[in-house]
């Protein structure tokens, strides 16, 4: 390869056209992101597209090119089911090749450590267990299909709001053992071709030129053998390249292409080696050679009703039943009329906004101007998919009378209520890319609305589309509520299969729900208001306590729980036993449907005492579909790490007794069985 070569493939350009940029060349896939190919020794392309939650065509500029636009990450992460994120994956990457694309920008798995963040969304909830293994089975079904994954974004970017100067300021060892050990394994899993960094700094240096996290961690520390690209515009000088950074991505969105010129001029005046640009360059080819991604790309049909049922399987999987008091599943015959009201839901379903948004199969029912102040958020649309609740309850419920009302005259749709047999209110919470909530609560009055509802008709029940956990201050007052998150194209029918019964519900929180923003390690993201370029410095001071290890620390009661999840049928753990094989700790019980109906459980195992502390840490996961009365044994092989501190130069399982508990939830667990533990060291 000739120098002029090897600096082709280290940026990438924006494949969008952009209000003060240069156009991208005219035969260009307009897409997020290209990096030119070598013929002469048949480089290909590398042609980038987001794909977290289907493959996006950017702001439509893809005349008439449409995608199957999944539910949100955690409706995935709710589903507990590693074989359905494989799944998603195969259907991702399957789409990318079809459409032309062998680079997915897909795979973002930053922990949830605060409610407010307005990719949450995208994510894959609170727990780096559940978010690894997801994370990595959907990248190793894509990568199946010939193109290259990536994980993002590495680390901490976890709030929007100043995500370009905010300092994320975290202790060694609880990085470790919280979002890192998320992406250790998820690389472990999906061996991913790429990494993508994030936007922010953390301990004082960017993501794009942290060499401790890029190099040191990322490539020695796990031997990572792919490359890191930078988030779009997140670089910030040609030193990156030194501190691990391989590819700077969307290059004319920085300051400057600093991996051509400036890179260029570091190279002869010797302060970059030539074996790091060897090193570099390696790393990117590896992965496309790996990934089967030189494979040519031809365009051809795509399966998309195959594809809808896995859009349709992650939203009915994933829906989480809150609470019910018997009201669902909802009875067909000889019942009355039903009030359906908000959320739009007589033609849509709520789809999270930014980078991650697809322009679905179904078609899109409403896109409404918002006019968010800065970022993406200028150009933003609440956009709804055109996949009503109501239509499928109709088809559901064929001798029920649905009829639907806006809300947005609270005291005319409570008359309304009143004359109604039943109530579903579909409550909406509209998070996206570059804004963070500003609280828990519903926006736009919704709180007060149900109350009305709920007063004037006590048969109301609510289904939450929102992007993050939200305030129930109405709880008591309904009969039942369903979390839907985001559901996608087919969240419609998804809602109405779980509300009718055909589906028995089975998701679990992949969040914890605060029962208020004082109980959270922050109530409010910090400098949410202050305008973009402000620095910022963030303190994660709980440390690994993500989440339900937070409320587990500290005694306190949530509105609910992380791994909270109703069904309409019962489960009975049976028969707990630890045993060491060899090197392996291994957990067997039994899991038994108690009840009428065929129903999925998931038994979450939780460590709570570790060589004599007292912890809370999901060790693992499972989801068991049973049919009535039937019994299936279950085992779990639990990763060291989960069990171990990190202890500076790798981890540490000290001797001990430890202690596991099957739950229901982080918060309701069974009984506690031990086991005695040797010391062991791992390395990192
Ligand atoms: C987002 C990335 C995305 C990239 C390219 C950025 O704004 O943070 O997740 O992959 O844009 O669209």
Redesign the pocket.
Known sequence: MSDDERFQLLHGRLAIPWPGLPSPPAHWKIS??RVPGIPRLDIPDLA?T?A?LGIIN?FGLREGDVATALPAGQALAATFNAKLAHDSGVMLGAEARAKGFNVL?GG?LNLARDFYCGRNFEYLGEDPLLAGVLAGESVRGSQSQGVIATV??YSL?VQETLRDTLDARIDETAHRESDLLAFQIAIERGQPGAV?GA?NRINGEHASSNAHLLTSVLKQDWGYPGWVMS???AVHSVESFNAGLDQQ??ATLDRQIWFDGPLREELAAGRVSRARLSDAVRRILRSVYAAGADRPLEESAIDYVAHAQVARAIAAQGMVLLKNDGVLPLSDAGAGPVLVVGGQAHIGVLAGY???MVTPVCGVAASIPVGAPSG?GQRSRQVYFASSPMEALRNALPHRQFSYDSGYFPQTTAARAAHASLVIVFATQWQG?SMDADSLTLPQGQDALIAAIAQANPNTLVVLQTGNPVRMPWLKQVRAVLQAWYPGQEGGAAIADVLSGRVNPSGRLPVTFPLAESQAPRARAPGLGAPDGKSLTVNYFEGSDVGYRWYAKHGLRPLFAFGHGLSYTHFKHLGLKLALEGNTLVARFEVENIGERLGADVPQLYLVEAAGQPVRRLVGFERVELQPGERRAVQMTIDVRLLARWEGEGWSQHAGRYRFALGRSALKIGRRVGIVLPQRTLPP
């Open positions: 997020s992101g980038e987001d977290s950017p920008l973002g993002k974004h970017n993508m936007y988030d779009w515009g991505s969307g930014g980078s991650s993406f890319e």
